[in-house]
Structure formats: C-alpha cells, structure tokens
C-alpha cells in the first residue's frame, strides 16, 4: 500500500451507495473500502483496514487542501481539491442498483483551471488477497478478474499495468472533464459497458424519487441529508445495514470492534418510526416488509439481525489485516445467537406507526400477532438487552414491550364484539402484565434502574418516555430523566450508562443516538430550549460530509465506531420531526 493513502480520522471519509454496497472515499481521492457485490461481500478496496486494493483519484500536485460537499437530498459526492487551480471529482455508486453489479461512477473535472490528476485502480477481492488476473484492453475499456469478480474499466484506456496496479494521469483544460466507470459483479458483464452522460442522469433520477424534501422539518438540510443515508444504506429487500463498515473501533484499544454491515430489527424498527414521523414514505414500506417477513418466518425464534437478503449471520471470525488504528479486523458477529426481546417490541411499534399511515396488509397483521404472541412466550425469559450485553432481565426491554403492545392494540382496536377488538384487549392485558411485573427494577430513588439486579441509570430508559409508554408526568419517568441528565452527560453528550469508576470518558464515547433521545425527551416535556440545545449539539458531532458513527470522543471531538451509524441518522431524523411539531398539536 502506498502510504500516502493511509487510514484518515472517521469524519474526513464521505460515503457513496446505492443500497447494495456502500463505499468510502477519503480526503486524498482514495476509495478506502468497497465490499462487493452485497454489503457482508469480502472487501474489494479494503484500505481502511490496511488491505491491499484501491481507487485512487488524487491531484497530481501535493500542494492542495481538500473539501468536498453533497449534491442535495442525494449521495452523489463532490470531492473538491484546491491548490493553483480547483478541481472536483464527482463520485457516485449508480443507480437504480443491481445486486450483483457495482457500477461506480467518478467524473475529474477542471473547475476554474487545469487539472492533472493520477488515477491508479488496483482491485483486490476477498479482503485483499486476490489480485487482478486475465487483464486485457479492449475498445479503450479494461477487462479482468479478481477472485470471482469480473470488472471492467471504461475511460481508461491509457492505463497501463504497474507495480500498484493500472495507473495513468488525466491532463484537463480549464472547463474539461473526464468520465471513468468501474464495474465489478460476480456475473457475466452486459455487452457494452455503460454510457456515462445516461448513467449519471438515471442515477440522479432516481435520487430525486426517493428522497423526500425535509423543508418543515428542523435542520431541513441536514434531515433531509440523514434520509440519503437512510436510503443509501438500505437494500432493494427493505433491508438496512446498521453500518458500512466493519472493525472500526468503538474505542481505541478498547476492544469492541464489530462488524455491522448486517440489518438489525431494532435498527430497522428505529429507522421506519423516524420515516413515519414525517410521512408515508417508500422507506417505512422497505421497514415493514423486511420486518414482516423474517417474522413470518421465525416467529418467536426470530434473530436479532440478519444479512440483507434474510439470512442468517456467520458466526464472527478474525481477518488477517492490521486493522484501523487501534482496532483489530474481523467479519462475521456472534449476535445471531441472543435473544432481544426488545426488538419484539420495536416491531409492535414499527406495525402501529404504519397502521397509522394505513400502510398495513394482512400479512403485516399477521406478522404483528405472531410478535405479541412471541412477546407473550418470552418476556419472562433473560435477554441480551439493547445494547447486547449478558443475559438479564433488562427493564428497557420490558418497556418497550409494554409501548409496542400498547401501540398496537390502540391501531386495531375496533367495534366491541369484533377480532380486532378482542386481538387489542389482549394485547392491552398482556401490557399491563408486563408492567406490573416492573415493581423490582424501581431504584430506591425513584427512577427506573437497568434490571433488578443492577440499579445503575441507562440513557435506553429515555425511549420509553418518548413512546409514551406512561404519562409524561410519570414520577419514574421523571426520576428517571432527572438521573440521565445529572449522571451521564457532559458537555451537551449523552453516554449510555457507567462502565466502572472511571470518568465514563475513559469508558467508552458519549453515544450520539443517546443525545437526539434526550432531545426528543425535552421536547416532550415542553422544554423546547433545552430540545434545541441538545439537538444542535448532537446534529454538530460529524464531519464535511454530514456522517455520523455511533459515539462521539468528547474530549478529543473525534468519531468512533463503524461509519456510518444508521440508527443515529435515523435518531436525527426523527428528532428534527418532532422539534419542528406544533406544541400545542
């Protein structure tokens, strides 16, 4: 590897995606990672993991700064470098997407001078190991394989074969541009490779059908920007990756590096409800019908995350890789094998919000009963909790059953003497079952503590207050954010709950979700100022390119975890819905 492409701090990197892959470009023109052709795929361009392989568009000349900006309500990025003369990269995966087809898009162009750029492709599949075979230049397109990849490079056509791959320099005019596509599938390519202007334009197209305008929402660029991830993020199946990325530590050194390039229910549930805050749009249906159908299949068995295309998780294994700094690479994540009963409950609530809308299909009822009834099988059972610790009876996870049954029975409630009627009154019973079973994880003080038998605080104690799952003057409740507030903040962050004795700074980085929660808290207390403030902190723990991880290291003000975090894109978005609610409505 060439080190002048080195791994970069987490919020210098910018994403591109089409919901089947996603891939992150770095400051110096570098596509850092790429897994292809599927998001759980090995790792094409694995740089930021210290693998071989990479797509290098960087200015010819050093002396440059770097910066970079979106196209709006898309992820069509514009890498943006500026020395003598400015020049852009406009990047993008296109769209619509195929699944076993990656077509990146890159388009160097010389803003207001000439430009002279190098270009060095060297495709590495299977985490770097294999490296490009049976090259071959045809009609000014480079063809050739690694691993079980096929690619084809078009626009290049005076590339030439090198140590680090296939390289040439791009000499532009003041105004000139230059088109070069990459494809990479594990299928047979089309004939003729595709045509650049019409490429870009169905990719804009497309990105202009499904992102929603955010202009009466709080922070409408930003709302709007956390949507194109959302989006971006989440696959033809409904499906959304929590990340797209693996390894990138949580904290350094620290040891808790995973692989999140998996859908996760609750993660999914989290993303559909901050969709229908706002509207009925094509996201909450893509939420619902993954939601629906793993249910249908699993039942009360079903896994707390799966692969994009529904099936289960590989089991966690090491990669022979250096890692990002202070973190070690690994693929695969041992979570398939807890139970989270919570997510059962976040599904009720995902149900209930597009019963709503009036999005609801019988299937989706069906799918529905069958988490009320899995609910009523389990809820006394151990779970691994929201955040996938050991085996206890966590007391968000009950909550959540609680306003996830309590939601649902209000959406079908109908004339006494009807099914819908009768489902609702047993749901409502079992609501009230679980919350009386509640009496033993009240602390002495009043608030809600994270089980019977740990009376710490726990940030996760703030969603049952948004959800309404008890009156807002509830004195739990109360207690319970008056604990939150005083314990687990600083500096306008949230973290989730204490580790040790250490500062919890030492533990672990405030969790930005966590922060958009309490937001949404104040918000519901009519504490708009304080709702304000929280937001305006949490939306600012990013980078140029808007993207959030899961923590936020306040005292080094860097990101940390895998990028991006979908549920706290989708905690944003909800948050900028409910701030800019009436409230009085």
């Given amino acids: ?34 897994c292809a052709p599927r998001w759980d795929s090995p790792a094409v361009f694995g740089g930021l993991l210290g693998a071989r392989g990479s797509y290098v568009i960087t200015p010819a000349d050093p002396w440059y700064v770097w910066g970079g900006y979106y196209e709006t309500g898309t992820l069509i990025w514009r890498s943006r470098w500026v020395g003598t003369s400015r020049t852009e990269c406009r990047e993008a995966l296109a769209m ?21 750029v190098t270009v060095t492709l060297d495709v590495r599949a299977g985490f770097g190991r294999s490296p490009m075979t049976d090259l071959s230049k045809t009609g000014g397109c480079w063809t050739g394989r690694s691993g079980r990849l096929r690619f084809r490079w078009s626009g290049a056509a005076r590339a030439r074969p090198g140590d680090d791959g296939l390289s040439f320099t791009v000499t532009l005019p003041p105004g000139g541009q230059h088109d070069l596509v990459l494809e990479l599938s594990d299928r047979a390519l089309d004939a003729e490779p595709p045509d650049p202007d019409r490429t870009w334009a169905a990719t804009e197209e497309a990105w202009s059908e499904v992102v929603p305008a955010c202009d009466d929402l709080a922070a409408p660029r930003d709302a709007r920007h956390a949507y194109a991830v959302l989006r971006g993020l989440t696959s033809g ?43 009925p749009h094509p996201l909450l249906d893509g939420s619902v019908r993954f939601v629906t159908e793993r249910l249908l299949a699993d039942g009360p068995g079903l896994m707390p995350a799966y692969t994009v295309a529904g099936e289960p998780i590989p089991g966690e294994r090491a990669l022979r890789l250096p890692g990002y700094p202070g973190g070690t690479a690994r693929a695969g994540n041992w979570v398939a094998g807890q139970f989270q009963l919570d997510a059962l409950g976040e599904a009720l609530e995902l149900f209930a919000a597009a019963a709503r809308l009036d999005l609801l299909a019988e299937e989706n009822w069906q799918a529905a009963a069958i988490a009320a009834e899995a609910i009523g099988k389990r809820w006394t059972e151990p779970d691994a909790g929201i955040w996938e610790l050991q085996d206890r009876h966590w007391t968000h996870s009950r909550l959540t059953c609680v306003s996830g049954l309590r939601s649902l029975a209000a959406a079908a409630d109908g004339p006494p003497g009807g099914p819908g009627h009768q489902q609702a009154a047993r749901w409502s019973a079992l609501a009230d079952s679980l919350l009386a079973s509640l009496g033993d994880a009240v602390h002495p003080t009043g608030r809600w503590q994270r089980s019977p038998d740990d009376a710490r605080v726990d940030a996760a104690l703030l969603l049952p207050v948004i959800r309404g799952t008890l009156p807002a003057d509830d004195p739990r409740n109360r207690a319970t954010v008056r ?19 250490r500062p919890m700074h030492k533990s672990e980085g405030a969790f930005l979700l966590c922060g958009f929660w309490l937001a949404q808290v104040a918000q519901a207390r009519g504490d708009t100022t304080a709702a304000a403030r929280w937001f305006e902190r949490n939306r ?35 948050c900028a819905v409910r701030l800019s609610a009436d409230p009085g409505a």
Wanted: glycine residues 10%.
């Fill in 237 to 279: 199946t409904g499906a959304m990756v929590a990340a797209a990325t693996t390894s990138l530590p949580e904290r350094l050194e620290g040891g808790r590096n995973y692989d999140y390039r998996y859908a996760w229910i609750r993660d999914q549930c989290y993303a559909g409800l901050a969709v229908a805050a706002h509207g």
């Fill in 96 to 116: 619509p997407a195929d699944p076993h087809r990656a077509v990146i898009l890159r388009r160097i162009m010389a803003v207001d001078g000439p430009a002279r």
């Fill in 483 to 501: 604990a939150v507030t005083d314990e687990l903040t600083e500096d306008g962050y949230v973290y989730r709950f204490r580790h040790d004795a």
């Fill in 540 to 574: 600012a723990a990013c980078g140029p390119a808007g993207l959030y991880t899961e923590e936020y290291d306040v005292r080094q003000r860097q990101s940390r975890g895998n990028l991006p975090q979908a549920f706290v894109h989708a905690g944003m978005l909800e």
């Fill in 1 to 34: 590897m060439t080190v002048s492409f080195r791994p970069h701090v987490l919020r210098e990197y910018s994403l591109i995606a089409d919901g089947e892959r996603g891939a992150l470009i770095g400051p110096d023109g570098a596509i850092a990672w790429l």
